[in-house]
């Protein structure tokens, strides 16, 4: 079935060191997006790309680094310079299309030790 | 994109239809409506989209003003399954190739009790 895949759900990591998040879709979408959600708050758009090789901030991008060499992959880095890591970590995918909807996966859930 | 206002939490009784609603009064004219879920944990659910006409699809109806500046979201016979936070969200159709920018708020938190 198509859909987006996150990995890992579940990621431990201790203070100071980076960590890559999975993102892979098989919807055929142009674009791909990374969301961050805190306890009891909305979504914040990390970075997006509406094409690959090519990648955008979105209003929280400080401290996470992106790539997108291959379309249906999106992989994002939350680096050492990110001050609170620990959240809930969301990608999603939408097809480009003017009234184009998103559509996430699952999810992982960052922990910083 | 325009900002939207939803109340924090809701509550309805199971079977019965719960009706959400969304201002968003500073909407532009080719501004959409969407309406997202999301349950505890999970990534967010498409629900529903609209621009000027009601929808209505297997999961919900979209009811917008004539004057554009609200919305209903209705779940006709909530299940215990619909308990969830509900976002209102709009969002310009820039045209084909554009990225789909969501701006997510808080929501709606609600509850379908017994």
Redesign the interface.
Known sequence: DGG?TQSPKYLFRKEGQNVTLSCEQNLNH??M?W?RQDP??????IY????VNDF?K?DIAEGYSVSREKKESFPLTVTSAQKNPTA?Y?C?S?S????????????S?LTVL | DAKTTQPPSMDCAEGRAANLPCNHSTISGNE?V?W?RQIH??????II?G?KNNETNEMASLIITEDRKSSTLILPHATLRDTAVY?CIVRA???????????????TRLQVTL
């Open positions: 987006i142009d674009a997006y969301y009891g708050q909305g979504l914040r758009l997006y790309s509406q094409i955008q979105g809930f969301l999603a939408s480009g299309r003017a009234s184009g909807e998103l559509f996430f996966g699952e999810g859930r | 959409y969407y997202y944990s999970q990534g967010p659910q498409y989209h621009l976002y159709g820039l045209g084909t190739g554009t990225a789909s920018k969501l701006t997510f708020g808080t929501g």
